[in-house]
């Protein structure tokens, strides 16, 4: 039995190779390899291992355990219909920081005979860093207290290179280390890692637009605890922002009237003829787009009233559920 783990590192197109690996399992791309693409979780040792909050319980298995949890991996990878000698993949990042928790696991299987190979792409720290920041010190503000500069957290975040010794040091040349290019395709590196083939790789996106990023630091800077993405998609911003430009764009363009007139020679023909309504003159010039800066300050008239309605509003429902509350009791 053959058996890839992707392991990591963050921020090294994991989402976008894991997207072409899903892809290339629903076609039937890898089957034709003999190959299998496990998805992230661990859900074929145990159902409570099956999601996002069952991989943090398998990661937190005590060392002691991890040996029979690669027991009923294997066991449930031999049970799969399908002969010759299949290659089995599983990608998921957070495993990359556990390399003593998963040392057991992983020298078990290979104590059970499978070829095992743990890849991980490392991307040059500078170039990795602002984007690290983004994700673990702001979308998820990981720390307690204040939003902290990068100069603050670099340090913090750097320290997620240090297991790549420490798997180096379990598993030797079954580690394989890839340089991450963010310029490259990642599904294409994976490949030639692995010698399958593999569809090109979407590119994910890297980081929050700026924006979005500012309101993410600006909403979370409140809170004295940890604040994940959902709290403030939950309360601000439940879905990608359109965009008002390309929105005004869309609404405010007359371009391609003149052809649909030109199109409709028939209907302005019958209106002139029988009812002596004659339209089909060169007719008045289309209406200029509005200002974007006038357009956008008028906008922003409108958000400022919205927002001063809103709060006063909500003041009010506050009162009210004050004034409807039972009253507390005195200890």
Not at 15 to 30: C, I, P
Not at 123 to 140: F, G, M, N, T
Not at 270 to 287: I, N, T, V
Request: glycine share 8%; net charge negative.
């Amino acid at each position: 039995m053959r058996l890839v783990f992707h392991i990591g590192m963050g921020k090294t197109g994991t989402t976008a190779l894991q997207k072409a690996l899903a892809s290339a399992e629903a076609s039937g791309m890898l089957a034709r390899q003999g190959a299998h693409y496990l998805g992230m979780w661990f859900g074929m040792i145990d159902p409570a291992f099956g999601d996002f909050a069952g991989t943090q319980r398998f990661l937190m298995t005590p060392p002691q355990e991890m040996p029979r949890h690669a027991e009923a991996f294997a066991a449930a990878l031999g049970s799969r219909p399908g002969g010759g000698d299949p290659l089995f993949i599983l990608s998921n990042e957070a495993m990359f920081q556990h390399a003593d928790r998963l040392g057991p696991f992983f020298s078990a299987l290979q104590a059970g005979g499978a070829d095992l190979r743990l890849i991980a792409w490392v991307r040059d720290p500078a170039d990795w860093l602002p984007s690290a920041y983004a994700q673990w010190a702001i979308r998820h503000k990981t720390y307690p207290g204040p939003i902290q500069p990068l100069a603050a957290r670099a340090e913090a975040l750097l320290s997620q290179y240090r297991p790549i010794g420490k798997w180096a040091d379990l598993f030797g040349e079954a580690l394989v280390l890839r340089r991450y290019d963010p310029d490259a395709d990642i599904a294409a590196d994976f490949a030639a890692a692995t010698g399958i083939d593999l569809p090109a790789a979407p590119r994910a996106l890297e980081r929050p637009e700026p924006a979005e990023l500012l309101l993410r630091a600006l909403f979370n800077d409140r809170f004295a605890d940890p604040a994940l993405p959902d709290r403030f998609n939950s309360a601000v911003l439940s879905h990608p922002a359109p965009s008002v430009d390309e929105m005004a764009a869309r609404i405010f363009c007359s371009e391609g009237a003149a052809e649909v007139l030109a199109r409709s020679a028939d209907l302005l023909d019958d209106l002139a003829e029988r009812h002596g309504l004659d339209f089909r003159g060169a007719g008045a010039a289309s209406p200029p787009p509005p200002d974007p800066e006038a357009l956008r300050a008028r906008l922003f008239d409108h958000l400022v009233e919205i927002v001063l309605s809103q709060a006063i509003r909500i003041r009010r429902l506050e009162t009210r559920i004050a004034e409807l509350a039972p009253p507390k009791r005195k200890p």
